[in-house]
Nanobody, 120 residues
Framework: QVQLVESGGGLVQSGGSLRLSCAASGSIFSINHMGWYRQAPGKQRELVAAITRAGSTNYADSVKGRFTISRDNAKNTVYLQMNSLKPEDTAVHYC??????????????WGQGTQVTVSS
């Protein structure tokens, strides 16, 4: 009974900004790392950004300096602030969490995805 729900996707012009949110809920004991992945049509899913519980971050080279990942551990929520968006950022964005459930299960969970479209 763990769910990850994304929000904040949409259509934006090149150079604009969007902020994605992902809230994890259910029988969660703790969340290790969380992250955002994206998949464009005809391409493999790739890591955009990830963050550990302690706050260490990792970004894809293509988004460094433009995107910022953050999290609120008390709310089991991860955010992705996307600035200076480019058409090549267009993709379905998926939230990911590595966590332990209240029942002691360790595993990976995924959201259903939210579309980000950047027009030129």
């Amino acid at each position: 009974q763990v769910q990850l729900v994304e929000s904040g996707g949409g259509l934006v012009q090149s150079g604009g900004s969007l902020r994605l949110s992902c809230a994890a809920s259910g029988s969660i004991f703790s969340i290790n790392h969380m992250g955002w992945y994206r998949q464009a049509p005809g391409k493999q899913r790739e890591l955009v950004a990830a963050i550990t519980r302690a706050g260490s971050t990792n970004y894809a080279d293509s988004v460094k300096g433009r995107f910022t990942i953050s999290r609120d551990n008390a709310k089991n929520t991860v955010y992705l602030q996307m600035n200076s968006l480019k058409p090549e950022d267009t993709a379905v964005h998926y939230c990911h969490a590595n966590l332990v459930t209240l029942g002691g299960r360790y595993g990976d969970y995924w959201g259903q995805g939210t579309q980000v479209t950047v027009s030129s």
